[in-house]
């Protein structure tokens, strides 16, 4: 009884550890592979206490090796628009400007009830309430009714210009880079960039940094 108890209370800790280190996220708010990676966590915790015979190794090193991995991919991810649409995906529009896309409802796999459910949940009674429905890279719905502003559109983030939220809203690269020198701004200088269906314009520049 002893062993176990020490052998659940060395995974319970580097569990913990592990946690800390990938962040604070509530489980709805996983993206995939962190969601994979917590899975495969709790299976590989379970084992070794469970069964005494498996050697308490076998379980910590496939841990630190799941957690490096998760750290070096979100690292990755950060600077990559391709390993990020790959890892994370991109959000899907379902409702937009007030018009439901029926064949984006059919690729994500959601039917219209479901659909409905999900709106009434968010204290939306009617489809026709609703502006904008879009699907976040999470599984979570953001629904915008049809009052203000609508949504707000990166257009920029970063330093790289987000080619396919341009073509959503119908304008092209040499209209953003003009909207760039209304704001005196160069692309590279650029960490956000958002304009909303009112037409206002956020610009936030980054940070910079101190030579050594």
Do not use: C
């Amino acid at each position: 009884m002893l062993v176990i108890f020490f052998r659940t209370a060395i995974i319970y800790m580097i569990l913990i550890i592990a946690m800390r280190i990938t962040g604070k996220r509530q489980i709805a708010e996983l993206q995939v592979s962190e969601f994979v990676t917590a899975i495969m966590l709790s299976e590989l915790a379970v084992q070794p206490i469970s069964n005494i015979n498996i050697p308490l190794f076998y379980a910590i090193l496939p841990i630190l090796t799941l957690i490096s991995l998760e750290v070096i991919i979100t690292f990755l991810v950060t600077k990559s628009k391709t390993l990020k649409r790959l890892f994370d995906g991109e959000p899907s529009f379902l409702i937009k400007r007030g018009i439901l896309d029926q064949s984006e409802l059919i690729k994500q796999r959601i039917s219209v009830d479901e659909f409905i459910g999900e709106l009434r949940q968010k204290d939306i009674s009617a489809i026709d309430d609703v502006d904008y429905a879009i699907l976040e890279q999470n599984g979570k719905l953001s629904v915008f009714p049809k009052t203000g502003s609508g949504v707000s559109f990166p257009l920029i983030i970063d330093g790289d210009i987000n080619r396919r939220i341009l073509n959503l809203i119908g304008q092209s690269e040499v209209w953003l880079m003009e909207r760039l020198t209304t704001h005196k701004a160069e692309l590279g200088s650029v960490l956000l960039f958002t304009i909303d269906d009112a037409g206002n314009e956020h610009l936030i520049r980054k940070n910079r940094q101190k030579a050594r």
